[in-house]
């Protein structure tokens, strides 16, 4: 019940943000969300893209730092309160939220976060009937 | 009141007088150095005897000492004398390898007191002057070394110590500090505190005279620093294994820094071939102790790169004059008057699994100060939390800290992102103005 997310770790200089989307440019990867927070030397640039394994081995191959972990992708209807209902009940329940960030995907929100819990989230999710987006449904949304 | 002009009568010898002093004070220091287990057996390996030094030129039959000796012996396998007759050690920083210890009897203490008060005579301090101190007391031999040289001259001494420049400031202007000794990237700090305060150092302040030294700096920073505090700034030189300061001091005619042959019998050496090279041509400074007791070293190679300045000094001594300091012939970094091996950089950081073995030491400049930058390159796994990466951050630091006592800015960058020159890397970049 997770999706894919590429880290890349870069450093916070002109041309490194470029370098890393020319990359998945050539290999035809289609973004799906991005987020990159402003540090003072160096950022983590998260990416949820189409093949995060192949984008992955392109990145690794081209001696960028990378790496690929699990993360929830909860789909939300697009009204107002929804990510407020969502995080309450994980809260609840004690998961903290290492990160969080979210986009809409054909009318609807996506919630993604990244918890130490995993487990314990992934329970909440069933039995809540929440929906998580699997990584295999990804490329159906695009 | 008038005073004399030379603070010891040694400080006017002649050629000739200086000479004849130092053949006999090397021949009672090599005599002195078989109580030395390290020199006794170094003798023995080179098949000497303290007979054997007849002339001043016999000093090239002894074998170097080098900063290896002085680990490899640590903490004190050099000693000349019964641990119970020393009065005091003082220790380089770090704790790769063996760091160094140089020990002190209370006659070592008092010969070196001499030889800086001799130094601050020099340049025109006297007992009405007050004497401030900004440099770090404890290991560092700027501390005490001045101290009791100011103490002996019979100025007032203020031991302000390192750091706090607004206490410093207030000291200035509440004692009427006439003296100031500070290493010279701290002297532009002041200043510009001052301006920040409104203080003016020609209206406010009663300083006179500034010792500088401990840092590499050009003759263009000097006579910036004097246009700004209204001052003359002299050249101070000196190295623990000799002690501190008041090895070489400038006189008032600023031009080379006069080495004290009294104490010390200068070579100048080329440090591939170790073959002494010719009167003011630049080359590894060698010395060898003549007024030392409890761990007199013979020609110990410095690493520093100088030279010999010729002619004579219109001041009236005649012990030789040193040029300024040309650079190292070893990597050790000077940063704020504190000697660093890139080495103990590297070990710290290669005790981390999260970082590669790429690293770049940046020495920089910022707000009058010398400062360092330490990037490190993070290996291809890395934790994808801000939280950790920071937390590993400030642990790199602090542990950096504890090793050079000085507070690096650490900064983690992917891999293969530092600058590498023909295959070796570049792990020392300089870029400090040097005013």
Redesign the interface.
């Given at each position: 019940m997770t999706v894919q997310q590429l880290?890349v770790?870069?450093?916070n200089k002109s041309g490194?943000l470029v370098r890393v989307l020319r990359l998945l440019k050539q290999e035809n990867i289609q973004l799906i969300a991005t987020t990159i927070?402003d540090?003072v030397?160096?950022g983590?640039f998260?990416i949820i893209c189409s093949q995060p394994d192949k984008a992955y081995r392109v990145l690794?191959e081209a001696?960028?730092?990378?790496?690929l972990?699990e993360v929830f992708a909860i789909e939300l209807d697009d009204r107002p309160g929804q990510a407020a209902d969502a995080i309450e009940l994980f809260a609840g329940e004690g998961i903290s939220i290492?990160y969080l960030y979210s986009f809409l995907l054909k009318g609807k929100g996506v919630l993604i976060f990244?918890t130490d819990h995993a487990e314990k989230a992934a329970g909440l999710i069933s039995s809540h009937g929440l929906h998580a987006i699997e990584e295999k449904d990804l490329s159906l949304l695009l | 009141m008038t005073y004399q002009k030379f603070f010891h009568p040694e400080e006017s010898y002649s050629r000739s007088e200086i000479e004849a002093l130092q053949l006999e004070r090397l021949q009672a220091t090599v005599r002195h150095c078989m109580d030395s287990p390290f020199y006794r057996e170094r003798f023995r390996q080179a098949g000497l005897t303290p007979s054997d030094i007849r002339t001043l030129d016999d000093l090239k039959k002894i074998p170097f000492t080098t900063k290896q000796d002085l680990r490899d012996t640590y903490p004190f396998g050099m000693a000349a004398v019964p641990l119970d007759r020393c009065v005091r050690l003082h220790s380089s920083s770090g704790t790769t390898g063996n760091p160094t210890v140089i020990l002190h009897t209370q006659k070592d203490l008092e010969a070196w007191a001499e030889a800086v008060a001799r130094c601050l005579w020099m340049v025109g301090c006297r007992p009405e002057d007050v004497f401030q101190n900004t440099s770090g007391y404890g290991m560092f031999t700027g501390g005490l070394g001045f101290q009791y040289g100011a103490e002996r001259v019979g100025m007032l001494t203020v031991p302000a110590a390192a750091g706090n420049t607004l206490r410093q400031l207030k000291f200035f202007t509440d004692f009427g500090t006439t003296v100031v000794h500070a290493i010279p990237s701290y002297a532009a700090r002041l200043y510009e505190v001052m301006c920040e305060k409104g203080i003016d150092p020609r209206r406010d302040t009663k300083l006179r005279t500034l010792v500088i030294g401990a840092e590499p700096h050009s003759e263009d920073t000097r006579r910036r620093i004097e246009d700004m505090l209204g001052v003359k700034a002299y050249n101070s030189f000196g190295m623990s294994e000799m002690c501190g300061p008041g090895v070489a001091f400038e006189c008032p005619e600023q031009n080379g820094m006069h080495i004290w042959e009294d104490y010390y019998i200068v070579e100048i050496v080329n440090p591939d071939t170790l073959e002494p090279v010719p009167d003011g041509e630049v080359g590894e400074l060698v010395l060898t102790t003549l007024k030392r007791e409890a761990m007199p070293l013979l020609r110990y190679r410095t690493r520093d790169l100088t030279r010999i300045l010729p002619g004579e000094c219109p001041c009236g001594r005649h012990h030789i004059r040193l040029d300024r300091m040309k650079g190292r012939s070893d990597d050790m970094i000077i940063l704020k008057g504190v000697n660093i091996f890139p080495i103990q950089i590297e070990t710290i950081l290669m005790q981390f699994q999260e970082l590669a073995s790429d690293y770049l030491i940046t020495l920089e400049t910022v707000d009058g100060n010398d400062a360092m930058i330490v990037d490190v390159e993070?290996?291809?796994?890395?934790i994808?939390?801000?939280a950790k990466?920071q937390s590993l951050t400030r642990e790199i630091t602090r542990q950096l800290r504890d090793e050079i006592l000085i507070t690096p800015r650490v900064?983690?960058?992917?891999?293969?992102?530092l600058p590498k020159s023909e295959g070796k890397a570049v792990r020392v970049v300089d870029t400090r103005k040097k005013y």
């Open positions: 880290s770790f870069i450093e490194s927070a540090t030397d160096y983590i998260r690794r001696g960028v730092a990378v790496s972990c290492a990244r | 993070m290996k291809d796994l890395f994808d939390d801000y990466l900064r983690l960058v992917p891999k293969n992102t």
